[in-house]
Structures are given as structure tokens and as C-alpha cells.
């Protein structure tokens, strides 16, 4: 039988650009972005028990449990906007996600997956993530620098700081980060991995994931519209 699209994962730090990158690979190959932290954030904003309960743990910077984000992963591309592939933003976090992966894509007719490594220092990190902002609306990121106007150029709304960028909740998600991530490269390193410096322009970067994937932005001229960064899918698990 002919095997489904493929499955890129963005691995990378918080502030990498993981979510930049996702919506522009989105646009250029015409597959749908997963992004696991967009889709928790959603559930906290809906004000469920489980949004109530999820944002407690985002807020501390700490991950959710492997088994509720497996869940929501599996779901997600088990639906057909994902047989000819998808990008996965913030998935896997931690070995056993990484392996459950393997376990997934096996199962749903899928090649083992291209993974994409983000590269950057910390002080760039914390930087970057300082200056974040985020529409409530849309929920593009942006990046604001003194001066800059705080609402949202797409819809007009109010930019907010994530609950997550706080000083002290970006110190403890890299040191989470850090703490998986070697384990993680150990997993795909001999696969198809790749890393790319995530310090030079977004553009450049996402040519040279292109580039590194074996394809390139000429397929933007044939490519569906961009797909929405997440959807939800809470109501059929929770
Ligand atoms: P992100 O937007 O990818 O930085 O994710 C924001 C937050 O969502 C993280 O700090 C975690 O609390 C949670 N999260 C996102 N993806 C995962 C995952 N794969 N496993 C566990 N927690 C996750």
C-alpha cells in the first residue's frame, strides 16, 4: 500500500521560531501545522475543567502528561487533512512521546518522520522570548520592540504577553527543554535529522529547511491555502 505524506517534526527550544516556521512550511507545502501548545491553549481559553486544570501546568512552564498530549496527537492525525502530511510544533517533548510517535505513524500508514532541529543560544532565547507578544484573537506571535504598536496588524486586537513568558516561567521551560531534549536527538539523530541555525532571517530559514527536505518554495505556486495552526479537538477526547 502507498504510504501517507510526510510528518516533519520542528524539535527546538521555546522562542526557536518553531511556530513561525510551522505557518510558513504550512503555506509552502499546503499540509496542515499541529502545534500541541496553540491546541492547550485554546482548551485553557474555552474555561473547561480540563483548560482550568492544563493551565495551571502551562503557567509553571511545565509539561502536560504524555499520555493526555498522545491522546490529542493521535486524534489529530488520525483526520485526512493529515494523509498527505503534516508539521508537528511542539511534539514530541519527551523520548516517550518520541517513541509513541514511531508506534503512531506506523500504525497510520506513515514513514518515520523528518525531523528539523532549530538551533539558538540561550541569551538569543531569552531575548526573544521577553519580547514576545501574542494576538488572543489570531494567535500570530510577534515580536515587539520599543515603539512598536501592540495591536495586532492582522485583526486590530490587543497584543498580550503569554502567561508563559514571564522571566521566570521562561527560565524553568528551557531548563525543561534542556533536560529531554538530549535524549530526543540520541532517538532521530541517525535518521532523517536535520539541524538548522534558527539565529539567521525567517526566511532564510525556512529556505533551508526547504532545502534540507528536498523540496523547495516553487510549490507555493500550485499549494492549498495556508491551514489554520491548530484545531480543536478537545471536545471528542476530555
Ligand atoms: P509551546 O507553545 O510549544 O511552547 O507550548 C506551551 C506549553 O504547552 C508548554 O510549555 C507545555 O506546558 C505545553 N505543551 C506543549 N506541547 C507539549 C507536549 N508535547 N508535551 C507536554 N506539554 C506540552
Not at 28 to 35: E, F, R, V, Y
Not at 48 to 68: C, Y
Not at 125 to 145: E, K, N, W, Y
Not at 189 to 195: D, E, I, P
Request: net charge neutral; hydrophobic share 35%.
Amino acid at each position: 500500500m502507498q504510504k501517507n505524506g510526510t510528518v516533519i517534526v520542528l524539535l527546538g527550544p521555546p522562542g526557536a521560531g518553531k511556530g513561525t516556521q510551522a505557518d510558513r512550511l504550512s503555506s509552502a507545502l499546503g499540509i496542515p501545522t499541529i502545534s500541541t501548545g496553540e491546541m492547550l491553549r485554546q482548551e485553557c481559553r474555552s474555561g473547561s475543567p480540563l483548560g482550568a486544570q492544563v493551565e495551571k501546568l502551562l503557567n509553571s512552564g511545565q509539561l502536560v502528561k504524555d499520555e493526555l498530549i498522545q491522546e490529542v496527537v493521535a486524534q489529530r492525525l488520525a483526520q485526512p487533512d493529515c494523509s498527505e502530511g503534516c508539521i508537528l510544533d511542539g511534539f514530541p517533548r519527551t523520548a516517550v512521546q518520541a517513541r509513541f510517535l514511531d508506534q503512531l505513524l506506523n500504525s497510520l500508514n506513515f514513514d518515520g518522520p523528518a525531523v528539523i532541529d532549530l538551533t539558538i543560544a540561550p541569551e538569543e532565547l531569552i531575548a526573544r522570548l521577553s519580547s514576545r507578544r501574542q494576538c488572543p484573537v489570531c494567535s500570530r506571535t510577534f515580536h515587539c520592540v520599543e515603539g512598536m504598536s501592540t495591536f495586532c496588524p492582522h485583526d486590530g486586537s490587543d497584543l498580550i504577553i503569554r502567561a508563559d513568558d514571564q522571566p521566570a516561567t521562561i527560565r524553568r521551560r528551557l531548563q525543561i527543554y534542556s533536560e529531554n531534549t538530549s535524549e530526543i536527538v540520541r532517538f532521530y539523530q541517525h535518521r532523517r535529522y536535520h539541524r538548522v541555525n534558527a539565529t539567521h532571517s525567517v526566511e532564510d530559514i525556512t529556505q533551508k529547511v526547504l532545502r534540507v527536505l528536498g523540496t523547495n518554495l516553487d510549490r507555493t505556486k500550485d499549494s492549498k491555502p495556508p491551514v489554520p495552526a491548530s484545531q480543536r479537538l478537545w471536545a471528542q477526547i476530555s
